[in-house]
């Protein structure tokens, strides 16, 4: 048994100071870390879900002793604003299911706080809330509050397309099954007024066939602003087309797109690299490793054929392989899955972990963790998001994530079901 909350820190601030308070963020993420290292050690523990979010985990208890935070909201009332009025600091903590917690933390900073000023009224979220304030008008000794919230507001139905004034970015999560914990996510830029979001989670219909470097370098700038706004603790996996890869007159034009990227966060960067072929000679392989190492610590290659020959790689040159389900019934797609997994030994032997991805409902994921297989994605396992999601823990049998953004206009089998593994 477990317990979990969701810390979100909510800055009181007048209205013309909050065009500035992501210049805050940093601050806020940094002086909370220090605290949680001291007060949260292990085996209790924590992640960075965005600048003003944490999911703090006691892994013995059954509730969250959240006592321990009434001296948070202190040092960073001190860190933020000294001894001046310019504003208070509120901490929030949210005992909610995954949905309410996703809901929860992309809610804008006015929104919530007006949320947390009338908690008898609508609110995007649901599940148990809690709340400290430094203000002046605090209950005295900075007692908790709880306020039991009813979910009246629901998230916004998905659209079927691109909208026309931008480009939409998506994240979907990757979830190691052995350790029960999300590892990262999977980026994807879809251009603005496209008939269908592009996804690297599902079936080949959702990747481009024709502009593959264009999808793949909207995704590097997407990610650039990602990883610049905001920390990110988990992977980020970026896809990288092979065949425009491998020809010589966008090489460049990758490799330009791909020096936009921090050089410092190389460490948590993975390229999935996708149309790969069922073959690969050796010279491929090695400009494959060339172009990529660089920027990405971690290359991975997405599969669509269970008899993928990896004897052709050499060790140590790929880090993970993952097979992309085939469309078809759920039987063929069972069986596909089994045939790449009997073929665990031959991918450990050049030291390549595996992965499966376009999983649509609750038995291919069951399958997949029966099969030991290590990280999997897909719609069985988390919807499209609009934040990315980083290395967070989440028991299987809450999965999958529910989406909180645009997804995919080719409806899944689980989607039309409207499944949800409880």
């Known amino acids: 048994m477990s317990a979990s909350v969701c810390l979100r820190i909510l800055l009181d601030l007048s209205d013309e100071k909050l065009a500035k308070l992501d210049a805050l963020g940093p601050l806020v993420t940094r002086v909370t870390s220090a605290f949680l290292e001291t007060c949260w050690s292990w085996p209790d523990r924590y992640s960075i879900i965005t600048p003003f979010s944490f999911l703090l985990t006691e892994p013995s208890a059954t509730v969250v002793n959240v006592a321990r ?195 410092d966060r190389r460490p948590q960067l993975a390229a999935a690299i996708y149309d790969v072929p069922r073959s690969l000679v050796f010279n491929a392989v090695t400009q494959l490793h060339g172009a990529l190492s660089r920027f990405f610590a971690h290359l991975d290659l997405q599969i669509t054929d269970p008899a993928f020959e990896v004897d052709q790689i050499p060790s140590g040159v790929i880090d993970s392989a993952t097979f992309r389900l085939p469309d078809g019934d759920e039987r063929a797609r069972l069986s596909a899955m089994r045939r790449f997994m009997e073929r665990r030994e031959h991918f450990e032997r050049r030291r390549i972990r595996l992965g499966l991805t376009n999983l649509r409902g609750r038995t291919e994921l069951q399958a997949a963790v029966r099969l030991s297989a290590p990280f999997v994605s897909g719609a069985a396992v988390c919807g499209a998001m609009s934040e990315p999601i980083g290395a967070v823990p989440c028991e299987a049998l809450r999965l999958p994530l529910k989406r909180t953004a645009a997804a995919p206009t080719a409806t899944t089998p689980a989607e039309a079901a409207g499944e949800h593994w409880i």
Not at 90 to 118: P, Y
Not at 182 to 198: H, L, N, R, S
Not at 203 to 220: I, N, S
Not at 222 to 236: I, K, V, W
């Open 69 to 263: 935070l009434e001296r948070l909201a202190s040092e960073l009332q001190v860190k933020l604003f000294g001894k001046s009025n310019a504003g208070d600091v509120i901490l929030l903590l949210l005992d909610g299911d995954e949905l309410n917690t996703a809901r929860f933390v992309q809610l804008d900073h006015a929104s919530l706080k007006r949320a947390t000023q009338d908690p008898m009224g609508p609110t995007p979220f649901g599940g148990r809330l809690m709340k400290i304030s430094t203000a002046a008008d605090a209950p005295p000794g900075l007692n908790w509050q709880t306020l039991e919230l009813d979910p009246r507001v629901e998230a916004p139905a998905p659209v079927r397309s691109v909208p026309a004034d931008g480009p939409l970015t998506v994240f979907n999560g990757v979830y190691a099954a052995g350790r029960q914990r999300f590892v990262g996510c999977a980026i994807a830029c879809t251009p603005a007024g496209a008939d269908t979001p592009y996804s690297l989670v599902d079936g080949l219909e959702l990747l481009p066939t024709e502009q593959a470097a264009a999808f793949d370098l909207a995704c590097v700038d997407a990610a650039a602003r990602t990883l610049a706004r905001e920390p990110l603790d988990g992977l980020l996996f970026l896809p990288v087309s092979f065949s425009s890869l491998m020809r010589r007159s966008t090489r460049e034009v990758y490799a330009a797109g791909f020096k936009r990227l921090p050089p």
